[in-house]
């Protein structure tokens, strides 16, 4: 249990616990929050490094293969150029949020950019599955692209195009559930923390509001 668990404990015991001690559990409260929102902007930044590194070593891999269609490149560079400035955009969202908890005093204020940040936590998750979605159905495209169907019976095309579904959908199902526990076990912990931090602002403001005795 940590500091402000404990304080928060002794304090609801004791009826008679001094004002300064809910002074206290607020600035603890600010304090966990900026510090929360530290960790996703922190995290949000080593992804993106983390991702432009992997897409960096995949081209060096693709370096010699001139199989894919020009349009297919240049929907890969599209795509990643788009991906990079959605990507920048939500780290700066985090940047601005972490920036207005540690400063601000404003019990107000703060609530409502855990909010706004709990909101764009969900919204930079939704764009990472969707983006590898899309991305895998570009490969599997390429991949179908590549395939000489001229030479092959009515049968192998349904085979091989059969096949190449169950794989995508397969592969797809995978990779999506792992992000999906990876951001659970990440981002999810993290905006849970914060959540709790805001009800305990916002408890704290009612019971100022109602003129109670701590």
Known sequence: MNELDLLKQH????????????????????????????????ISIIELFVGIGLNIWSSQLNLDD???????????????????????????????SYRMIRSTNNTKKLLETILDTRKTVYLYIKFNIYLIIFSMILGAGSVIWQENFGVKSVGEIIFYTTAMAIVLFLMGWLVISVMRLYYRLIYIRLVKKLDKNYEELVRLEEEEEHGKTP
Do not use: C, G, H
Request: cysteine-free.
């Open 11 to 42: 304090w609801q015991q004791d009826n008679n616990f001094p004002q300064v001690k809910r002074n206290e559990i607020r600035k603890m409260l600010y304090k966990s929050s900026s510090s929360l929102v530290k960790w996703i902007f922190y």
């Open 66 to 96: 001139k199989a894919d269609p020009i349009f297919y490149q240049i929907a890969i560079t599209v795509v990643d150029t788009l991906a990079y400035i959605f990507i920048l955009y939500f780290i700066y969202k985090f940047f601005t």
